[in-house]
């Protein structure tokens, strides 16, 4: 399917797919090292070599324009040096034709070098700084292009071959600190150095048994959400005014057309089929092009959520009649004119033509559920979302071809069809709030907190119901003169709703929206340094990991490490359905010491302290990003909601759990960790 396109949108599939890869897994094939090599006073050669594992392969600077995204490398530019010509590379090159690009490719496996020569400017002592960028990919699937930070120290009255000092003592810290660093965050950095099979291993085994030990069975309820999500999508689409007038005319075209009743419904049904075969593809396109580790960072991305955050005003804006959203004309003459040739193929393009008029009014309920799928981090979720969707969508035009005097049954088109747009615009304003919050969250901007979010909501859903009264008019709406029962019914729930919300300004825990709110700890009235700040259920948590471990030796308690995320809704969950039970949170509140460590936040860390993680080779420059490469280089995995319970000597009492919405199963694995850690004290 991706050699249907053009070459440029080629290299972007080949920089993000990640096809064949679990969700969980860590891919990092590629190992760096920096060293100088000074001739002179006045020339020196910055060398930057890579170790690539095999089977995979990194591409040469040198690639022509349409293929994959070639290895570039930035200096910057200060008085100090200038660069001699671009900068060498060498290794074991293979240049090899590649069909999908159709061009030779030139890349290097098992070992590239790249040398810069600089002229050497100034008699002091100074460094220069260099950004890599490169893409690694082997036979089934390339990583994410990934961007490597040097430093190199060149000191004019040295000479011969140094290795970069400031490097060395950064790769001697897992995660990236010094080990000299006497604060709790370099501490806890550093303790992840242990590796991930290390790690893995020690969790598997050496768990003592007798403590009801056992698997917790995953739930797949997040990827069936999306499916639903998606038929209730399709339905909605359905009854928009681009879509809805358009199954009595295309039934009636396809039983008038095709002569005979069985041949209609073979037509009508050859036209939802091509429905479905549109849609998915969509779906399946965004599934291949972006994998789990890209839907994973979008979700935390400042760029994405804003980004979301606007196209959803856009799409409301559209909704209460501003615009129109509609797909270029040429494009949907050229399909229209298509759809007359008659056959499979005439039929697939009159489904193709209903897909680019209808765009107005499905273009935003689509937009809604690719970024609802691929915000919720699962690479699954964009193709069961628009399967969804399709199938909703379709099922109408199949289902009155074989029943075509089920048409009569069907409400006529009219003013209610407006009415369902503005409600929808209502509903895309209300959800573009959460993607602001998700950035106002990560970066503490407190813009957002949780009582002026709910108001915001508590105004728009009350406004949806005054409007579906009556009591409020667009330019575009037609009067009605009575109120119809299903606006009745449909503003009694739009009202309940907002009066439902009301009780969350004081703290009311509101788990019908969880998730999608602000937490109930992000509020005007907590208090700032406390333990109780940023810790769901009002428990005491630490966000440090040493200082967690250290308070859990003095009170002779286990620690339950809670790799959590601001803008991960699944977290969200678990805290307000599940650490709500009156077990669990016992538990917490009087048996556990609480770690919470955010791996989306943007807090930055001091210069003297950002450094580069030995595991990822990735510039650690948030403690967000050290929280993250500490559950990735220990445990494997970049997924959270991620819960390890550890006794205080840091070794496991139970294997680490993820989202578990079970809250027995979730109750018993607490169990089991506090009964494997009495059975060590007694010991």
């Not at 000092?165 to 001697?172: A, D, L, Q, T």
């Amino acid at each position: 399917m991706i050699t249907l396109f053009r070459k440029p949108l080629l290299a972007f599939f080949a920089a993000l797919v990640l096809v064949n890869t679990g969700y969980a897994q860590i891919q990092n094939p590629v190992k760096w090292t920096s060293s100088v090599e000074q001739k002179s006073s006045t020339e020196a050669t910055l060398i930057m070599s890579a170790t690539i594992e095999k089977d995979w392969h990194v591409y040469s600077q040198f690639i022509d324009d349409g293929g994959p995204i070639p290895t570039s490398i930035k200096f910057e530019k200060t008085k100090n040096y200038a660069l001699e010509g671009k900068a060498a590379e060498a290794g074991k090159m293979i240049t090899e034709f590649d069909k999908s690009f159709e061009m030779n490719l030139k890349f290097f496996t098992d070992r590239v070098t790249f040398r810069q020569a600089i002229k050497i400017k100034n008699e002091k002592k100074f460094t220069v700084k260099a950004s890599l960028d490169f893409m690694v990919c082997n036979s089934e699937m390339c990583l994410p292009p990934d961007t490597k930070d040097f430093e190199f120290v060149i000191n004019p009255d040295a000479s011969g071959s140094i290795e970069n000092e400031k490097e060395s003592k950064e790769n001697k810290s897992a995660a990236g600190i010094t080990a000299t660093d006497s604060t709790a965050l370099a501490a806890a950095a550093d303790s992840a150095s242990n590796t991930a099979d290390t790690a893995k291993a020690a969790l598997v085994d050496g768990l003592e048994p007798g403590c009801g030990e056992g698997e917790v069975a995953k739930s797949d309820l997040s990827l069936l959400g999306i499916f639903l999500g998606g038929i209730l999508g399709g339905l909605l689409a359905l009854i928009t005014p681009c879509v809805f007038p358009m199954i009595p005319l295309t039934v009636s075209f396809f039983t008038k057309r095709s002569g005979t009743k069985r041949k209609g419904i073979i037509n009508a049904l050859i036209y939802a089929a091509s429905i479905l075969i549109i849609y998915v593809t969509l779906g399946l396109l965004i599934t291949v092009t972006l994998g789990s580790d890209a839907l994973n960072e979008m979700a935390s991305s400042v760029f994405f959520n804003l980004l979301f955050f606007g196209i959803f005003l856009v799409f409301s804006l559209s909704f209460f009649g501003a615009f129109e959203l509609t797909m270029p004309s040429a494009l949907i003459n050229k399909a229209d004119s298509a759809s007359e040739r008659g056959g499979l193929l005439g039929i697939f393009f009159m489904a193709f033509t209903l897909s680019l008029v209808s765009f107005s009014c499905t273009g935003p309920i689509i937009g809604t559920l690719l970024v609802e799928a691929a915000h919720g981090g699962n690479f699954q979720g964009p193709l069961l979302g628009m399967t969804g969707f399709a199938l909703a969508l379709a099922f109408p035009f199949a289902l009155f071809a074989a029943f075509p005097g089920w048409l009569n049954s069907l409400p006529k088109s009219g003013g209610w069809l407006n009415s369902v747009k503005v409600c929808l615009g209502f509903v895309e304003l209300a959800l573009s709030l959460k993607f602001f919050s998700n950035v106002d969250l990560a970066y503490h901007w407190g813009f957002l907190k949780r009582e002026l979010f709910i108001s915001i909501w508590v105004v728009i859903f009350a406004l949806m119901g005054i409007y579906l009264l009556g009591k409020i008019r667009f330019s575009h709406d037609s009067e009605s003169k009575h109120v119809s029962t299903p606006r009745l019914i449909f503003a009694l729930l739009s009202l309940t709703f907002s009066i439902y919300l009301i009780p969350g300004l004081w703290g009311a825990p509101l788990k019908l929206v969880s998730g999608i709110i602000p937490p109930g700890f992000y509020k005007e009235w907590s208090t700032p340094g406390s333990k109780n700040e940023h810790c769901p259920q009002d428990l005491a948590c630490f966000h440090d990991y040493d200082e967690g471990m250290a308070y859990a030796k003095l009170q002779g308690k286990p620690v339950m490490v809670d790799f959590t995320g601001w803008s991960c809704v699944n977290c969200r969950k678990m805290e307000d359905n599940v650490w709500s039970d009156t077990k669990v949170l016992q538990h917490l509140k009087e048996d556990y010491v609480l770690i919470s460590l955010y791996v989306d936040d943007k807090t930055e860390l001091p210069v003297e302290k950002q450094s580069v993680s030995t595991f990822s080779g990735k510039k650690l420059k948030t403690t967000g990003n050290v929280w993250s490469d500490m559950q990735a280089a220990r445990y494997g995995v970049n997924s959270q909601p991620y819960y390890v319970l550890l006794d205080t000597d840091e070794k496991p009492l139970a294997k680490p759990r993820g989202y578990t919405p079970d809250i027995d199963a979730y109750n018993k694995y607490l169990e089991e960790g506090l009964c494997r850690y009495k059975k060590r004290k007694k010991q």
